[in-house]
């Protein structure tokens, strides 16, 4: 195993310890540690990195709802910013280098108040790979910038109007950088009930319209219609289904992502999630699937 993930794990193992969970009634920060794998017909990525939020209210661990809704429920700000190591396999390719990503949000919202906004920005390095018995290299790079703003219509039901816009580049020796671009807008919603019996139940729905646009080539637009819905038996266990529907001119990126995903809080402190997600393309030999784990500590 690679020593970079193998440390990451271990310190995975070393958060959920007795003597790492901190007992108390509030929490203002979150740090998490994370690992996924991703792979499709011709790509194999691991990542591992490192995440943490900043809470500007104090937030109740042991709140009369589902704890990981403790955010939403409360409407608090907050900052987070996040780092990752990545290591890719390309068929055909040889690896010269790895990549990163790192990434940094904001979420600015107060108690009381029905105004929410969000903005997030990331940037992603490919790694470089070089074609086998050539000097001929490729890298790639990518930046994504977002902002949201929308309104609590009730207590914990949002509504969010979502830009977005992707920009990512591909290098290779002896040629011109090839560009591309990626803009989003669209709709969504999030809405936490209290059901009968006393548990809860989440879910988020939305609709976007993507449009990319490639040197020397027309400009195509997709649409995603996008659901979710989470489970919460008890406070501390959700379980999570959705599915995405993507429609549209980039017949690359037709078809259905379905995900599934389980969060578990062992103490109000400590977490652990495991999350699936498989994307069913229209078009052959196109599909792909993505695992990742993560531990979390509160405090």
């Known amino acids: 195993m690679n020593p970079?993930?193998?440390?990451?794990?271990?310190?995975?193992?070393?958060?959920?310890?007795?003597?790492?969970v901190l007992a108390q009634d509030t929490f203002q920060a979150e740090a998490g540690l994370s690992y996924s794998r991703f792979k499709s017909d011709n790509l194999r990525t691991n990542q591992a990195g490192a995440n943490a939020t900043y809470?500007?209210?104090?937030?109740?661990?042991?709140?009369?709802?589902?704890?990981?809704?403790?955010?939403?429920?409360?409407?608090?700000?907050?900052?987070?910013?996040?780092?990752?190591?990545?290591?890719?396999?390309?068929?055909?390719?040889?690896?010269?280098?790895?990549?990163?990503i790192y990434g940094a949000s904001a979420i600015f919202a107060r108690p009381g108040s029905p105004f929410i906004a969000t903005a997030?920005?990331?940037?992603?390095?490919?790694?470089?790979?070089?074609?086998?018995?050539?000097?001929?290299?490729?890298?790639?790079?990518?930046?994504?910038?977002?902002?949201?703003?929308?309104?609590?219509?009730?207590?914990?039901?949002?509504?969010?109007?979502t830009w977005a816009r992707g920009t990512s580049d591909s290098k290779s020796t002896g040629s011109a950088t090839q560009t591309s671009t990626s803009t989003l807008v669209g709709i969504?919603?999030?809405?936490?009930?209290?059901?009968?019996?006393?548990?809860?139940?989440?879910?988020?729905?939305?609709?976007?319209?993507?449009?990319?646009?490639q040197q020397n080539a027309p400009s195509e637009k997709n649409h995603d219609y996008v659901f979710q819905a989470t489970y919460y038996p008890t406070h501390m266990l959700g379980i999570t289904a959705?599915?995405?529907?993507?429609?549209?001119?980039?017949?690359?990126?037709?078809?259905?992502?379905?995900?599934?995903?389980?969060?578990?809080?062992?103490?109000?402190?400590?977490?652990?999630?495991?999350?699936?997600?498989?994307f069913a393309a229209k078009a052959t030999n196109n599909d792909d699937d993505r695992i990742a784990l993560r531990a979390a500590l509160r405090f």
Not at 250 to 272: C, I, K, Q
Request: with cysteine; net charge negative.
């Open 188 to 213: 969504s919603g999030e809405h936490l009930m209290r059901l009968p019996m006393g548990d809860y139940f989440a879910f988020t729905a939305g609709v976007f319209q993507d449009t990319r646009e």
């Open 242 to 278: 959705g599915v995405q529907l993507n429609r549209g001119d980039d017949n690359l990126a037709e078809g259905e992502t379905y995900s599934a995903g389980v969060r578990m809080f062992f103490t109000p402190a400590f977490s652990t999630s495991l999350d699936y997600r498989h």
């Open 120 to 161: 997030a920005y990331s940037s992603l390095k490919g790694g470089k790979f070089r074609t086998p018995g050539t000097s001929q290299e490729t890298e790639s790079d990518a930046r994504l910038y977002q902002v949201s703003a929308g309104l609590y219509v009730a207590r914990t039901t949002d509504v969010l109007l």
């Open 55 to 100: 809470y500007f209210d104090k937030l109740p661990t042991r709140p009369d709802y589902p704890f990981e809704q403790a955010q939403f429920a409360e409407r608090t700000a907050s900052l987070g910013a996040n780092y990752a190591w990545t290591s890719s396999d390309i068929s055909g390719l040889d690896k010269v280098s790895d990549g990163s």
């Open 4 to 20: 970079r993930i193998a440390a990451a794990l271990w310190l995975v193992a070393a958060l959920s310890s007795p003597c790492a």
